[in-house]
């Protein structure tokens, strides 16, 4: 297996390097390139539902923004670490390969995204199409990671998330909970879980810096390109794809290889628009609470 079948938590080193301060983190967002900003706003209603409303920077100098998430309710995603910022990345891609190594992990493709957010923000239930080691640098948040089974995350939402044809969240009830395994995360600690497995996040009342890794194996690839294939025919051709867990490795290499294909045909219509951004850092008008 790819990865292990409950969640890891490790230690790593690379919150003592100065690289998350207040000094860092303005420098750093007075330079990053402005098309590898997520901003994103979330509000939930009392069960738990979730809406959200997307930013942009704007002329925002790196002090503005980071004040503006400390004070705020926002998720901001500085994506590809690995190309725009090597200094941060050279020491987080070392110690997940230590840890990599250690679960028999064997990474084809590695990408990372530094994750500033404001005190008591949530990230809505969501899984993610990839491995991922959570790397924490500052601050506390309470990540609350689910079994990845059919109860919690269905197959056939699994597929539709995966083709891109919704913008539905994956169905959340707060009953789940119970069966949720939760982890107060301090600076210093990498949490690693089973692929695909759900999860989602509550901050603490601290401001946060932590930087996601995600990992393609080549098993990784390819039983999402086997999602990929079962989605189609499940959604053109109305077929009921065996459970992915009965799935042989070989059978979802031939899927995946399907997929290839079907890509591109284009036959899964991304109906995914661009969300509109609503909001702009630093122009005095964050969403309301
Ligand atoms: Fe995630």
């Excluded at 979730?50 to 002329?59: A, F, I, W």
């Excluded at 530094?114 to 924490?136: N, R």
């Excluded at 009953?175 to 996040?201: C, I, K, N, S």
Aim: hydrophobic residues 40%.
């Amino acid at each position: 297996m790819p990865l292990p079948s409950e969640p890891r938590v490790f230690d790593h080193q690379v919150h003592t390097l100065g690289l998350a301060t207040d000094e860092a983190l303005t420098a750093l967002l007075d330079r990053y390139p402005e098309e590898l900003f997520d901003i994103n706003a979330y509000s939930y209603d009392e069960e738990g539902q979730v809406s959200l409303e997307t930013g942009s920077r704007g002329r925002a100098d790196g002090a503005t923004i980071l004040a503006e998430i400390k004070a705020g309710r926002l998720w901001v995603n500085l994506r590809d670490v690995q190309d725009a910022h090597p200094e941060l990345w050279t020491p987080i891609h070392e110690a997940f390969q230590a840890n990599a190594r250690a679960l028999g992990v064997t990474p084809i493709r590695t990408t990372g995204q530094l994750i500033l957010s404001s005190p008591g923000t949530k990230v809505p239930y969501h899984f993610d199409a990839a491995g991922v080691m959570l790397f924490h640098l500052r601050g506390r948040k309470r990540l609350f990671v689910y079994p990845p089974d059919e109860a919690h995350l269905p197959q056939a939402e699994m597929e539709q998330v995966i083709m891109r044809t919704t913008t539905e969240e994956l169905t959340y009830r707060r009953a789940f909970d119970a069966d949720a395994q939760v982890f107060d995360m301090e600076a210093g600690q990498a949490l690693t879980w089973p692929l695909y497995a759900p999860h989602r996040v509550e901050n603490l009342e601290v401001f946060n810096v932590s930087v996601s890794l995600d990992f393609q194996t080549w098993e990784t690839r390819l039983t999402r390109g086997a999602h990929f294939a079962n989605g189609v025919m499940r959604q053109r051709w109305g077929r009921r794809p065996a459970a992915m867990g009965q799935t042989p490795m070989a059978a979802r290499a031939a899927l995946w290889a399907c997929s290839l294909a079907m890509k591109k045909a284009n036959m899964a219509e991304n109906r995914i628009k661009d969300f509109e951004r609503s909001f702009e850092l630093g122009a005095g008008r964050q969403p309301a609470a």
